[in-house]
């Protein structure tokens, strides 16, 4: 057995036996985790693939979701429970808390922990951290079937085969508080009321459901709920509905009106006992579990049956739902799925002027960015803006968004669409409609009854058959013109006419048209086409009596810019297009160039661009609001500077904020207008890397001697480089001197022989630790005796006294008394015997010392040195027999052996 996470992205429906008993499309289903073993028969994913993780999992008696982290509880009937990571497939813990069946287990987010009851009888607790047991009692005296966990306070209840139902304090010891009564058979389920949390409900296999209220030993009330057991009862989350569900043996799902306490709808089609049912608590379904092997999508408002999941699983035994988003997690005989429903991007408009609103369920709400300029808001902050509720709505939103003008706004969902008053919320017209799309006007829209069926209405009155497609739509983008999406492609038709102006090849995901109607971008599945419309061009082949055909006007379109861009939403603002993309990044695109504005760590939808306050605004998926600052003036001066105006930029430029012109910079650098970056930095790094990019040395320079010291060095050296390099060597010297870098110095002095220099650098080189440095000084110097001297404080001892016996013969003894010293230290006393020191054996030496010291003084005194060697060899060949005659005879081997034992008896030991 293992578990497989798959990634979906089918429009609409689950992966495996799916049916709909209507035609609306269910919900979309993008991922899933499922057993591998099961998977040829629930589904058309391969089972090998690379993120399978084994691990054996039977029987799931127990789901739950942390309500903060992407992880899901499992309780097994093996008496078992794991954690799992929902978005990769992973086992993250194991704990084992007993070998009896778990049959319910829930996560205590606030305390690090999760609950869990067992067929021994036993609470267990324990902490997910640290996997340490907190607490284990005996809680009843028989299994307990179900949990719940109070939202707020330190309670939890617990229902038991033994008939009660009873609560406890985690901060009172887990203490028993209190004894619930009343039901004849085993307790399934316990619910706490989301809109009053001291109350809360029970079902029970004696038929019945209970209404129970904290701090009371009887029911509130009973409902008779059905004709065989009752396995579970979950509350509405909205607020607009008292409801409660219920399931049962009897194979029914009921919903009621627990304030009249009446059966509101019944659900039919399980083949076999109901395990549970709930509402989502931010789409309008319920979600049912069978052990008929079935899971069911019904719609909440409907009640029509959407979808039916079959995973090939056996019997559906749990659920449980996010806390945010659209997750549910289904529990299994042979493994656990985690279902994302629906898509996460919500259901929000705002206008022109900064209104904005959204639903949650139902309910519309609304609240004005204008409401939160007064105070100063850093960028990325979430807006604390008062919410109002508005209204509501008939269908449920999958789709909302302003006129242009916006006086109005479009509802579309569950097949039908319903244009509202945005300030009273009034029904202004509805219809049927898959997809909604407003023209520039405001006053002209056009509606996707069909995938075959396409209707423009002006002023709210029909324009009957403007326009016949002829292929299967799949989607409407309003603007300019109406941009229908097919399979494949896209065409542009004229708002007017009907006519088709142009179909574009393009797989597009979405369509953004500028105010002017002149610019187009196309979201394509990986790339961003940023086009221009030639209104001209489209009117002039009109006039001169062209065909449309089926392709429309070449000329009508050219493309401008194609970027490597998977955008997500986006807004034009004048020529400027601001986008999100798939990478979490907030960016705008001004003539074929991208800049990012912001990073996100989590996914941000774009709502627009409020020019009076210079702030764009975005939200996230649970419709928090935030915004980011960028001012007009910067995009109309971009703007102005790609079109090459640059006198209108030059007067543009005084409208930008102070805190923008280091945006400008960099875009001015990126167009290669270096010298008018230069002029509008304000960043000292940026114009010093400008400065010394145009080789203007005096500004680098200025800006290198304004800078403090340790920040400075890297600049001195730069300045110094390109000093050299144009020949500037006193400038150069003065860089590297202050930037520190003597081996640069040491190369200038050598090279054009300045002794001053050399002598300065070696005094510098000695203070600052660079011997070696200081050694080249000293040596071009002709300084032998302090060569030497560098090389004793080196502890270079050996070399000091070599070199000393060449160059320095008179710092000899010196260096031969401190190499012998070191090594009689070190123990090394016979090494130390075996040197000679000229002075007390110079006959050793066969230069003559006596004649090397002469040498070395006549040096000193500026003779000649060469003259003198050229003296001391003549001698020297003088001194040499001149033909063989002369040579003396060579001795024979005996003769040399005698001799070498002679010497050996006779030599001294320093002559070793």
Same mark, same amino acid.
Request: proline share 0%; glycine share 14%.
């Given at each position: 057995m293992c578990v497989v996470l798959l990634s979906l992205t089918t429009s609409w429906g689950p992966v495996g036996r799916s049916t709909s008993s209507s035609g609306v499309p269910p919900h979309s289903l993008l991922t899933v985790i499922i057993p591998s073993d099961r998977t040829s028969s629930s589904s058309n994913i391969s089972a090998t693939d690379k993120n399978t993780q084994v691990h054996p999992i039977k029987r799931v008696k127990s789901v739950d979701f942390h309500p903060t982290e992407p992880w899901l509880l499992a309780g097994l009937y093996s008496g078992k429970v794991f954690v799992w990571h929902t978005e990769t497939g992973a086992l993250l813990k194991t704990f084992t808390p007993t070998e009896v069946p778990v049959r319910c287990a829930r996560f205590i987010a606030r305390k690090n922990w999760f609950v869990c009851g067992s067929d021994d009888f036993h609470l267990r607790v324990f902490n997910y951290n640290t996997s340490a047991r907190v607490a284990a009692f005996e809680a009843h005296p028989d299994y307990i079937r179900c949990l719940a966990v109070h939202p707020t306070q330190p309670l939890v209840l617990t229902g038991s085969d033994d008939m009660t139902i009873k609560l406890w304090d985690w901060d009172k010891s887990w203490k028993c508080l209190q004894v619930f009564e009343g039901h004849t058979h085993y307790i399934m389920n316990l619910a706490f009321n989301p809109k009053d949390s001291n109350t809360f409900a029970s079902s029970c296999l004696d038929r019945t459901v209970k209404v129970w209220s904290l701090g009371s030993h009887t029911a509130n009330f009973t409902l008779d709920a059905h004709e065989k057991g009752v396995n579970y009862v979950e509350y509405y989350h909205g607020g607009d509905k008292p409801y409660l569900v219920t399931t049962g043996d009897d194979r029914l799902i009921k919903i009621w009106d627990y304030l009249s306490k009446s059966c509101i709808q019944t659900l039919e089609g399980h083949q076999s006992n109901v395990s549970y049912a709930i509402f989502h608590p931010s789409l309008p379904i319920i979600i049912s579990g069978s052990e008929d092997g079935t899971v069911k999508i019904w719609h909440s408002s409907t009640y029509r049956l959407e979808n039916t999941l079959n995973y090939g699983l056996e019997r559906a035994w749990c659920v449980t739902y996010g806390k945010k988003g659209n997750d549910i997690g289904l529990g299994f005989d042979e493994g656990s799925v985690v279902v994302k429903l629906g898509r996460e991007e919500p259901t929000i408009s705002m206008d022109v002027g900064g209104k904005i609103v959204f639903t949650r369920n139902a309910e519309v709400l609304t609240c004005n960015v204008a409401a939160a300029q007064d105070l100063e808001i850093p960028d990325g902050q979430k807006l604390n803006i008062q919410v109002r509720e508005l209204g509501t709505t008939e269908v449920f939103a999958q789709t909302l968004q302003h006129s242009p003008n916006g006086r109005f706004v479009t509802v579309c969902g569950d097949g039908e669409y319903i244009i509202y008053t945005a300030l009273a919320w009034r029904n202004k017209a509805f219809g049927t409609g898959l997809s909604f799309a407003w023209a520039a006007d405001s006053n002209t829209y056009a509606v996707r009854e069909t995938a075959m069926k396409l209707k423009v209405f002006k002023n709210f009155k029909e324009?009957?058959?403007?326009?016949?497609?002829?292929?299967?739509?799949?989607?409407?983008?309003?603007?300019?013109?109406? $941009?229908?999406?097919?399979?494949?492609?896209? $065409?542009?038709?004229?708002?007017?006419?009907?006519?088709?102006?142009?179909?574009?090849?393009?797989?597009?995901?979405?369509?953004?048209?500028?105010?002017?109607?002149?610019?187009?971008?196309?979201?394509?599945?990986?790339?961003?086409?940023?086009?221009?419309?030639? *209104? *001209?061009?489209?009117?002039?082949?009109?006039?001169?009596?062209?065909?449309?055909?089926?392709?429309?006007?070449?000329?009508?379109?050219?493309?401008l810019h194609e970027l490597p861009e998977v955008v997500q939403t986006g807004k034009w603002v004048g020529d400027c297009l601001i986008y999100t993309n798939t990478a979490n990044r907030l960016n705008y695109v001004i003539g074929g160039q991208t800049h990012t504005l912001s990073h996100f760590d989590q996914q941000m939808f774009l709502l627009g661009y409020l020019p009076n306050y210079n702030r764009i605004y975005l939200c996230d998926k649970d419709c928090g609001i935030f915004s980011f600052s960028l001012a007009l003036s910067v995009v109309e001066y971009q703007t102005a500077i790609m079109h090459g105006d640059l006198d209108s930029a030059a007067g543009l430029l005084e409208k930008v904020p102070q805190d923008q012109r280091n945006r400008i910079a960099r875009f001015l650098e990126s167009q290669d207008l270096k010298e008018l970056a230069l002029s509008v930095s304000t960043d000292i790094d940026h114009r010093f890397e400008l400065a010394t990019q145009l080789d203007d040395l005096d500004t680098a320079l200025e800006i290198t001697k304004s800078a403090p010291y340790p920040e400075s060095q890297s600049k001195w050296r730069v300045i110094a480089e390109k000093a050299l390099a144009s020949w500037k060597i006193e400038l150069a010297e003065e860089s590297f001197l202050k930037a520190g870098d003597l081996s640069a110095l040491l190369l200038i002095y050598s090279s054009t022989g300045d002794r001053d220099g050399l002598s300065r650098l070696a005094h510098l080189a000695t203070v600052a630790g660079q011997n070696n440095i200081a050694f080249s000084c000293q040596l071009q110097l002709g300084a032998p005796e302090e060569c030497v001297d560098i090389l004793l404080s080196t502890e270079r001892l050996p070399e000091a006294a070599l070199f000393a016996r060449t160059y320095a013969p008179s710092q000899v003894p010196k260096a031969v008394e401190r190499w012998k010293g070191s090594l009689e230290e070190s123990g090394k006393t016979k090494i130390a015997m075996k040197i000679a020191n000229p002075e007390e054996h110079a006959d050793l030496f066969d230069e003559g010392w006596a004649e090397a010291l002469e040498r070395e003084k006549e040096v000193a005194k500026g003779v000649d040195i060469n003259a003198v060697v050229s003296d001391v060899a003549s001698m020297k060949l003088a001194e040499k027999p001149t033909s063989a005659a002369e040579e003396p005879e060579s001795a024979s081997p005996e003769e040399e052996t005698e001799e070498a034992e002679e010497t050996e008896e006779t030599e001294d030991p320093a002559t070793k």
């Open positions: 324009n009957v058959d403007l326009i016949r497609t002829g292929y299967a739509m799949e989607g409407l983008f309003g603007g300019a013109l109406l $941009c229908v999406k097919g399979s494949g492609f896209v $065409c542009f038709y004229d708002w007017e006419s009907g006519s088709l102006v142009r179909r574009i090849e393009v797989e597009a995901r979405d369509v953004f048209w500028s105010a002017s109607g002149e610019h187009v971008a196309i979201a394509g599945e990986e790339s961003l086409y940023i086009l221009k419309f030639d *209104q *001209q061009a489209y009117s002039d082949f009109l006039a001169e009596g062209g065909e449309l055909g089926d392709e429309g006007v070449e000329s009508a379109f050219d493309l």
